[in-house]
């Protein structure tokens, strides 16, 4: 890996120990916009890591200190995750900056690689549980997108970052069998609902399909179904919801 010390001043001390890993897209027109900004005193924003499109990363904030990436969040019942996480901006336009054709802009293999290798050694240096290896999205979804419904989790999770699902594996039976849309109220929504709980997802559990849960399924199909990111929970997300819900807690 290729790391170049670029210090960023926006950062303070930890309250807790390091225990997740959190994914960003830079979301900028370029990688040097991205990177000035998390190293403009009058930003207030950083991340630990910056990965290039060419596979350089640049070293913002030491791990041993908390970047200031994740914003108001929360994951598996916890706050202030800049505290408990490394943050990782990975260079990238994303849904403000889309291709010409107006598809999202595609990670490079070298990228990726490089990406790759940076998680394999912060996850050699913390003790990082998989289930709190997230998207920027998973942890606000109300607010974020990133890294994207086009960010390659299942290559990460062959790589040993993260899990991924066995397809054929068994889903929980208990949310399977029913199309569920904003504004339903039942008690379907509501097992849903403790699934997405389960996972980790700051959802409120009221048996509504309200505009947060509608956030929270669009995150998660950002996470595992790419193709279909719509907010509806069909019975593929519902599956999938359930498999992942179990696999978390294996």
């Known amino acids: 890996m290729e790391i170049i010390a670029s210090p960023s001043p926006n950062f303070d001390e930890r309250k807790h120990k390091v225990d ?16 000035d900004h998390m190293r403009s005193p009058e930003a207030k924003v950083s991340s630990h890591y910056m990965v290039w499109e060419d ?11 908390r970047a200031w990436h994740a914003g108001v969040s929360r994951w598996q019942g916890d706050e202030d995750l800049n505290s408990r996480s490394i943050g990782i901006e990975i260079v990238n336009g994303g849904h403000d900056f889309p291709l010409p054709d107006g598809s999202l802009p595609p990670y490079p293999e070298t990228q990726i690689q490089a990406l790759i290798a940076l998680c394999q050694s912060i996850l050699s240096n913390h003790e990082i ?4 290896i997230v998207a ?22 062959e790589a040993g970052i993260g899990l991924w699902p066995d397809e054929d594996g068994t889903p929980n039976q208990d949310i399977d069998g029913q199309r569920l849309s904003p504004g339903d109220t039942n008690a379907s929504v509501r097992r849903m609902q403790e699934s997405l709980l389960g996972i980790g997802y700051g959802i409120e559990v009221t048996g509504t399909f309200d505009p947060l849960t509608e956030a929270i399924v669009r995150a998660f199909q950002r996470r595992w179904l790419p193709d279909r990111v719509s907010g509806t929970a069909d019975l593929q997300t519902l599956r999938l919801i359930g498999m992942v819900r179990t696999l978390y807690a294996a």
């Open 136 to 157: 920027h999205s998973d942890i606000a979804p109300a607010r974020k997108q990133d890294p994207g419904e086009h960010f390659p989790w299942q290559r990460l999770a």
């Open 55 to 65: 596979g350089r990363i640049d070293h913002l904030v030491a791990e041993s200190r």
């Open 129 to 132: 549980p998989a289930s709190r």
């Open 20 to 35: 997740m890993l959190v994914l960003h897209y830079t979301g900028m027109e370029s990688g040097q916009a991205a990177l």
